[in-house]
């Protein structure tokens, strides 16, 4: 995990002369967010694990950018040429698209960025119906199919808090008009920011080139951050290459604005993420912001804010309803002093300390085998179904009814005053089983001035088929967990203040009435990246 003062959205990752490059929002100036000191943080690596910083990127110097750069996004154009694309806020406080260039394409660090003078190449106008505050956060650019044209997509806002993705076009991405319809909008459901699109394999998990569409066994994938709930969520859907417009399998308008219902990457501290192509691993790699709980105030005393979470490997689950995320592989080099058990029963009420790794650090995967399923609690159904909400119920009570909560302790203290809990919980409903996944921070800290919110998400899997199975990647005050094989992701971020270093226990637990088994359990310990 990145981690540098006033760090927020990651923006432009990608993969140039053997190099990864992450560029990311970050105030120079203080430890939090500030309006007008946003430049373009720049890191690079070898590996997407150790990183070495480079000198700013992007800095406000323009008239069109000012009041700070904002986000956007990379794009190799044909000839393999960088480009960035971002955010400016002008003199008037007015959002504009913006292209930045390499100074010199030979350098594998692309140090140097020149911005074009001929920006800004897109402006929010009267005619066009876009509010200059709501103009904001290219995609990268993919080609056009039939006419050879660039295409990229800015998030905007229309009046009725209507969200809308607009469409632009290029023919020597200098010059940009846009199209007629948006590409994707949605009623009630306000400003969709740094908005994502690309194309995924229906049947594997090889990553595709944005431009990659013409493939019958693809889908697209479009990703919103919608500012209103700070969450992101995606559709997945089709791409209609002669209308230019995104037909998703299920919209927001098909779940009467139950945003509950909409999927999404992270059910937790999760935001602002952006993907890219890794051409080399032939991957889609997802990147995202994890925010904080602390205050404002504790976030100057610590003199730092924001951090980026483990970059994740995506693609389309077999089902093609979600997709699966699971950290890169390049992070278990990060492990050290492996620990495991095999076939342990879980009885009810019981807890089980995992020695041997520093809990504190750790990369931990937990799998269970789960009989009984007819002692599940029934799950009524005018219960409120909100997986949060459940959780919520649920994680006040420290002894459950039937098969659950079980899971994993995590940054626990010794006499359990602190304890971050990931568990699952098993429900009957309409003779079909409901598992759902929970996050609870409610006892992660004994500083009550933190955001101590549970979080929660169901998790689609077949108990009689499937394992079910956590994954949690713990780095002191961030718990990373991947529930169902990355089916389910939930991000927490917590500061303990018993539970820290060596203080810090890891453990296995089952309060349900109903025994479980550990069919199988990893521990490692986990070194620390090489973060300058």
């Known amino acids: 995990m990145t981690c540098w003062n006033g760090v927020a959205d990651p923006n432009g990752p990608m993969i140039y002369k053997g190099l990864y490059h992450m560029f990311y929002q970050h105030?120079?100036?203080?430890?939090?967010?500030?309006?007008?000191?946003?430049?373009?943080?720049?890191?690079?690596?070898?590996?997407?694990?150790?990183?070495?910083?480079?000198?700013?990127?992007?800095?406000?110097?323009?008239?069109?950018?000012?009041?700070?750069?904002?986000?956007?996004?990379?794009?190799?154009?044909?000839?393999?040429?960088?480009?960035?694309?971002?955010?400016?806020?002008?003199?008037?406080?007015?959002?504009?698209?913006?292209?930045a260039i390499p100074k010199n394409v030979s350098d594998p660090f692309l140090r140097e960025w020149i911005k074009l003078p001929n920006n800004p190449l897109m402006v929010p106008t009267i005619g066009n119906k876009i509010n200059a505050t709501s103009f904001r956060d290219p995609t990268t650019s993919w080609i056009g199919?039939?006419?050879?044209?660039?295409?990229?997509?800015?998030?905007?806002?229309?009046?009725?808090?209507?969200?809308?993705?607009?469409?632009?076009?290029?023919?020597?991405?200098?010059?940009?008009?846009?199209?007629?319809?948006?590409?994707?909008?949605?009623?009630?459901?306000?400003?969709?920011?740094?908005?994502?699109?690309?194309?995924?394999?229906?049947?594997?998990?090889?990553?595709?080139?944005?431009?990659?569409?013409?493939?019958v066994n693809i889908k697209h994938v479009l990703k919103v951050s919608l500012i209103d709930v700070s969450h992101d969520y995606y559709l997945i859907g089709t791409y209609d290459i002669i209308k230019d417009v995104f037909i998703p399998n299920k919209g927001f308008e098909q779940n009467n604005y139950e945003l509950s219902l909409v999927l999404r990457y992270d059910y937790g501290k999760f935001y602002a993420s952006k993907t890219f192509y890794d051409d080399v691993k032939k991957r889609?790699?997802?990147?995202?912001?994890?925010?904080?709980?602390?205050?404002?105030?504790?976030?100057?005393?610590?003199?730092?804010?924001?951090?980026?979470?483990?970059?994740?490997?995506?693609?389309?689950?077999?089902?093609?309803?979600?997709?699966?995320?699971?950290?890169?592989?390049?992070?278990?080099?990060?492990?050290?002093?492996?620990?495991?058990?095999?076939?342990?029963?879980?009885?009810?009420?019981?807890?089980?300390?995992?020695?041997?790794?520093?809990?504190?650090?750790?990369?931990?995967?937990?799998?269970?085998?789960?009989?009984?399923?007819?002692?599940?609690?029934?799950?009524?159904?005018?219960?409120?179904?909100?997986?949060?909400?459940?959780?919520?119920?649920?994680?006040?009570?420290?002894?459950?009814?039937?098969?659950?909560?079980?899971?994993?302790?995590?940054?626990?203290?010794?006499?359990?005053?602190?304890?971050?809990?990931?568990?699952?919980?098993?429900?009957?409903?309409n003779k079909k089983h409901v598992v759902l996944m929970c996050s609870d921070q409610s006892r992660s800290s004994l500083n009550h001035k933190n955001d101590l919110t549970t979080y929660g998400a169901f998790v689609d899997v077949d108990l009689v088929h499937e394992e079910l199975s956590i994954r949690s990647l713990i780095d002191h005050s961030v718990v990373e967990s991947f529930g169902g094989q990355g089916k389910t992701c939930i991000t927490a971020r917590v500061y303990p203040t018993l539970a820290i270093n060596d203080k810090a226990h890891l453990q296995a637990f089952n309060n349900g009435t109903v025994d479980v088994k550990i069919k199988k359990l990893s521990a490692w310990s986990m070194k620390k990246a090489n973060i300058n």
């Open 284 to 429: 889609r790699v997802l990147w995202g912001w994890i925010n904080e709980s602390s205050t404002q105030e504790d976030d100057v005393q610590k003199g730092w804010s924001g951090i980026q979470g483990i970059p994740r490997t995506l693609w389309l689950d077999k089902s093609g309803n979600q997709l699966i995320q699971w950290p890169i592989v390049e992070i278990e080099k990060l492990r050290t002093n492996h620990v495991n058990l095999h076939s342990k029963v879980l009885k009810g009420g019981t807890l089980l300390e995992i020695s041997g790794v520093t809990a504190a650090q750790a990369d931990v995967e937990i799998s269970f085998e789960v009989n009984e399923l007819e002692k599940a609690h029934e799950l009524d159904l005018s219960w409120k179904m909100d997986p949060q909400h459940l959780c919520n119920e649920n994680g006040a009570k420290m002894n459950g009814v039937g098969l659950g909560p079980f899971g994993l302790l995590v940054l626990a203290s010794k006499d359990m005053q602190e304890y971050t809990r990931i568990f699952f919980k098993v429900f009957r409903a």
């Open 27 to 99: 105030n120079p100036k203080g430890a939090t967010w500030s309006n007008n000191s946003i430049v373009w943080g720049h890191s690079v690596s070898k590996d997407l694990v150790n990183w070495f910083q480079l000198q700013h990127a992007l800095t406000p110097t323009k008239s069109y950018d000012i009041n700070g750069c904002w986000s956007g996004s990379s794009t190799l154009l044909s000839n393999n040429k960088p480009t960035i694309l971002y955010t400016g806020i002008d003199i008037n406080q007015h959002q504009t698209q913006n292209l």
């Open 145 to 215: 199919h039939h006419d050879g044209l660039w295409r990229v997509l800015v998030g905007s806002q229309q009046k009725g808090n209507k969200g809308i993705t607009l469409l632009f076009k290029s023919k020597d991405f200098v010059n940009w008009v846009q199209a007629k319809n948006p590409f994707y909008s949605a009623q009630k459901i306000g400003m969709m920011e740094c908005p994502d699109f690309f194309p995924v394999l229906i049947n594997g998990s090889i990553g595709l080139d944005t431009s990659n569409y013409g493939h």
